[in-house]
């Protein structure tokens, strides 16, 4: 069933898929991309190996795909999801700057996925790629949070979940630049099963999310 999607001049469009769907897609091929790489990395430990690190086994290749559509697939949901607000209770200048820093986040994403591997200048292009699309990230998902919060339209235990995500988020940052304080380096043991955890936390606010919308038909 087609859904509406309202634009800047009040007119309607119809688009041929319910653009939650999306999101679950985008988190999807995320997953599928990180287990398939798992699968045929040897040896992989949790609680010891960064997330990216999954690119440089020997089924890298899943993990890059995977983190390239699932970005792909990240833009078009983010878009749905900020028209949603309501303008009555979202300044349109707040819901540019979101816009703006989620597809930031997202294109980031989808070139990390693009340059992963050991070669020194691909691995700082993949560092940068990562640490902006966190930090870009925590701001986009900070600002829907507080979206959801305002418009009535979204349950607010959503948001509660989504601050609780921002949370951990935002404790990864502290963690990871507190690490390069010398008494404070021994954080760097944790830090890969925090990044897993944050990991895991966005994919369960994105299923939340797409899965709300689909229900409630939010357009």
């Keep these: 069933m087609a859904i509406r999607i309202s634009t800047k001049n009040s007119e309607s469009v119809q688009h041929p898929i319910p653009l939650g769907v999306y999101g679950l897609l985008s988190i999807t091929f995320g997953?599928?991309?990180?287990?398939?790489?798992?699968?045929?990395?040897?040896?992989?430990?949790?609680?010891?190996?960064?997330v990216s690190s999954l690119c440089k086994g020997p089924g890298g290749l899943f993990f890059q795909i995977g983190s390239v559509i699932s970005g792909i697939f990240a833009i078009p949901f983010v878009i749905y999801l900020n028209n949603s607000f309501n303008p009555d209770y979202i300044e349109e200048n707040l819901k540019k700057k979101a816009i703006t820093v989620a597809l930031i986040s997202c294109t980031c994403l989808i070139i990390l996925g693009i340059f992963c591997g050991s070669n020194p200048k691909i691995a700082l292009i993949?560092?940068?790629?990562?640490?902006?699309?966190?930090?870009?990230?925590?701001?986009?998902?900070t600002l829907f949070n507080i979206f959801?919060?305002?418009?009535?339209?979204?349950?607010?235990?959503?948001?509660?979940?989504?601050?609780?995500?921002?949370?951990?988020?935002?404790?990864?940052?502290?963690?990871?630049?507190?690490?390069?304080?010398?008494?404070l380096h021994f954080l760097v043991v944790i830090l890969p099963s925090i990044e897993w955890i944050n990991t895991i936390a966005i994919i369960v606010w994105y299923f939340i999310i797409s899965i709300y919308t689909l229900i409630k038909k939010v357009n």
Excluded at 159 to 179: E, I, K, M, Y
Aim: charged share 10%.
């Design 148 to 183: 959801m919060l305002r418009d009535p339209k979204y349950s607010k235990s959503l948001s509660l979940f989504g601050f609780c995500v921002t949370f951990l988020l935002a404790l990864f940052l502290v963690l990871f630049f507190s690490a390069f304080v010398p008494f």
């Design 31 to 50: 997953i599928m991309g990180d287990l398939l790489a798992y699968i045929f990395y040897p040896g992989y430990n949790f609680m010891e190996r960064a």
């Design 126 to 141: 993949h560092g940068i790629s990562a640490f902006t699309s966190w930090i870009f990230g925590l701001f986009y998902i």
